[in-house]
C-alpha cells in the first residue's frame, strides 16, 4: 500500500528543548492514524512538520508526489466585529461545491449565516466541508472535535471515518480521547514526544505504557469498549488466533 505521508526518524528541538525524538508513522490511502498522548506531548508540532509547517532537525518527511492536503486546525477564532458568513468562509478556499461539501458533512442548513453564531459542531464540520473543498487525497486534522459535546463527537469521528472509506483519503488526526476514536481509527500513535507505542487501537489501549501515560480511569473506560470483542488484534490491525494475544510495538526512543 502506497503512503501518501511517511515520518521516519522525526526530531525536533526548540532552544535546546526536545519537543520531537526519533518519531516515525506512516499514513496511506484510505486509513485513519490516530495520534494520541498528553498536553505537551508534541502532537501539533507532529502534525506542522508533517504539513511542511515546521522544519525537522533531522529524519526524513515524505509526501507522495502531487498529494493534495487538506487541514483543519485546532480552533477558528473569527473576531466577532468581523462580518464573515459560512458562504464567505468556504468561497475562500475554492468557489465551486460549496452546498455539496456542507451536505456531505450534515451542515448543509448553515451556509447562510454567519461564523461567529455557529455552535462548536457547525463550526467543525463546516471546517471539515472547507477541507474538502480541495477533493484532498490526505486530511490533517488536529483535535477535529474541539468545544463539541460527547454526542457531537462520536458523530465526528464516523462521519471522518465514512470520509476517508468512501473517498479513499488518508487521514492524519490528533485526538486527546482515544476511547471516542477506538471504533473509526486503524492505528493509533501514542506519543510522549517519542512514539510510546504504536498499533491497533484496542491493543494500544491495553499497553502499560498507555496506561501510564492515561491512567487507570482511561483503561476501566476502554474495558468498556473492548469487553464484547471475542477476539484479540494483532498491531496491524488483523485478527490473531486464538488464544494468543499481539500487543503493539513498542519504542522507548
Do not use: W
Not at 521516519?8 to 518519531?23: H, I, K, R, T, W
Not at 480552533?75 to 460549496?98: E, I, N
Not at 483503561?219 to 494475544?245: I, K, N, Q
Amino acid at each position: 500500500m502506497t503512503a501518501l505521508l511517511t515520518l521516519d526518524g522525526v526530531s525536533l528541538a526548540f532552544a535546546d528543548n526536545p519537543v520531537l525524538v526519533e518519531v516515525g508513522l506512516s499514513v496511506a490511502a484510505g486509513r485513519i492514524v490516530t495520534v494520541v498522548g498528553p498536553n505537551g506531548a508534541g502532537k501539533s508540532t507532529l502534525l506542522k512538520v508533517a504539513l511542511g509547517l515546521l522544519p525537522a532537525d533531522r529524519g526524513r518527511v515524505e509526501r507522495a508526489p502531487g498529494v493534495t492536503v487538506g487541514y483543519v486546525p485546532q480552533r477558528l477564532v473569527v473576531p466577532p466585529t468581523l462580518p464573515l458568513s459560512v458562504r464567505r468562509f468556504l468561497s475562500m478556499a475554492g468557489s465551486a461545491g460549496l452546498e455539496v461539501a456542507l451536505e456531505r458533512v450534515g451542515a448543509g442548513h448553515v451556509l447562510g449565516r454567519q461564523v461567529q453564531r455557529l455552535s462548536g459542531g457547525e463550526l467543525q464540520r463546516v471546517m471539515l466541508a472547507r477541507a474538502l473543498l480541495r477533493r484532498p487525497q490526505l486530511l490533517v486534522l488536529d483535535e477535529p472535535v474541539g468545544g463539541v459535546d460527547m454526542a457531537g463527537q462520536a458523530e465526528l469521528y464516523d462521519l471522518i471515518a465514512a470520509l476517508a472509506r468512501e473517498e479513499g483519503c488518508g487521514v492524519l488526526l490528533v485526538s486527546h480521547d482515544l476511547h471516542l476514536v477506538m471504533a473509526a481509527t486503524d492505528e493509533v500513535v501514542c506519543l510522549n514526544r517519542h512514539v510510546c507505542c504504536a498499533g491497533h487501537p484496542e491493543a494500544v489501549s491495553r499497553h502499560p505504557e498507555y496506561l501510564a501515560l492515561f491512567g487507570p480511569r482511561v483503561a476501566a473506560s476502554l474495558a468498556v469498549y473492548t469487553h464484547a470483542h471475542d477476539h484479540a488484534h494483532l498491531a496491524d490491525g488483523t485478527v490473531a488466533a486464538p488464544p494468543h494475544r499481539h500487543g503493539p510495538e513498542c519504542s522507548h526512543g
